[in-house]
């Protein structure tokens, strides 16, 4: 069974850096796209940004040139790194992959950014 654990999140001020990470159990890691998604309240869920199997990376708009994903395939683990923090970033942020026809989802990581 595919499981993503997403520790980390939390509370930042305006303009400072956060890192989530996610570690992945149950799927062929290094064979998967991996990718982190958010939630702000009462907005539907939206791509943040993606990794492929073979490092190509794709971002969201509002969120190119201050983040960045990246994954390390020994430790099975997904990495976001977000800079130049935002109040308008502040949302509960998801791990995700595909298995087959499956979507799998971490359980979500609240980043609350303060002006």
């Known amino acids: 069974q595919v499981q993503l654990v997403e520790p980390g999140g939390g509370l930042v001020q305006a303009g400072g850096p956060l890192r989530l990470s996610c570690a992945a159990s149950?799927?062929?890691?290094?064979?998967?796209?991996m990718g982190w998604y958010r939630q702000a309240p009462g907005k539907q869920r939206e791509l943040v940004a993606t990794?492929?199997?073979?490092?190509?990376?794709s971002y969201a708009g509002s969120v190119k040139g201050r983040f960045t994903i990246s994954r390390d395939n020994a430790k099975k683990t997904v990495y976001l790194q977000m800079n130049s923090l935002k109040p308008e970033d502040t949302a509960v942020y998801y791990c995700?992959?595909?298995?087959?026809?499956?979507?799998?989802w971490g359980q979500g990581t609240q980043v609350t950014v303060s002006s």
């Open positions: 990794i492929s199997t073979v490092w190509t990376t």
């Open positions: 149950g799927t062929i890691f290094d064979a998967s796209t």
């Open positions: 995700n992959t595909q298995k087959g026809p499956n979507a799998y």
